[in-house]
């Protein structure tokens, strides 16, 4: 029986699975309630999968962008023409990601990835797409930054949130949502976040990719999951699955431009 509720993944990276296990991964998620999914470019050629995806799979969407651990070298214009090139025009491209700061010590240089952030975050302003960003031991440098490049005209989300409340808060005053996605099954203390944040603030998503360092396949990540973390959500907020589903579906549709979507009959 189909579920009751349609939910989104805002961020996924299905380029990475094979292409033979598309129409599964869609089938598992449509049986579960998500209708849709975001797939994050993280180079040049994962953005041009992401988008070959979106144009073959209706619920699949694309974003364009370089991810900061790609950031070996400052983006020439090239390839932001590129990016562009692949953005413009196409209604499944619907944001920039996947961008951001990484400051782990094996992440590249910091004012490269200052430099490929700013300007994807410029592109994205110039494209009018929202931005998915991606930020890990790097918070306070990512929200200056986006405060001085005003992301917040285009708005868009943290991805993968696993910080505190102020944290979140600012990221909102940023003009951004807060992505949850699987680690609010396991941690407390960000279910209390999530509990102290209104709804209208969160989206959801699974970071799906596959995960071959867990024995069996069926724990790999997928847009299914994003209805455990919808559970979850809903189980700390003390309200139904379907209240959960229904604003954080209009919150990521608002956002990406996407139509309102009905519930399946
Ligand atoms: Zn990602």
Known sequence: MPANHILGDCHTHLDQYAPAEMPGILERAREAGVGFAVCAGTTLESTRACV??????????????????????????????????LAMGNSKVVCVSE???????????????FQVFREQIRLARHLKLPIIFHSRESHP????????ERAGDVGGAMHYFQSDEATARAAIDCGFYISLARPLLRLPELQEVARSLPLEHIVLETDAAPQPFKKHRSNWTEPRHVTAVAQCLAEVKGITLDEVAAITTRNLTGLLGLEPLARPV
């Not at 070959?52 to 694309?62: H, I, N, T, V, W």
Request: cysteine-free.
């Open 52 to 85: 070959e995806l979106s144009g073959r799979y209706g619920p699949l969407y694309a974003g364009v962008g370089i991810h900061p651990m790609e950031a070996h070298r400052l983006i020439d214009e090239e390839t932001l023409e590129e990016l562009k090139r």
């Open 141 to 148: 440098e990512v929200f200056r930054i986006l405060r001085e």
């Open 99 to 113: 961008i951001g700061l990484d400051f782990l010590p094996t992440s590249p240089d910091h004012e490269v990835q």
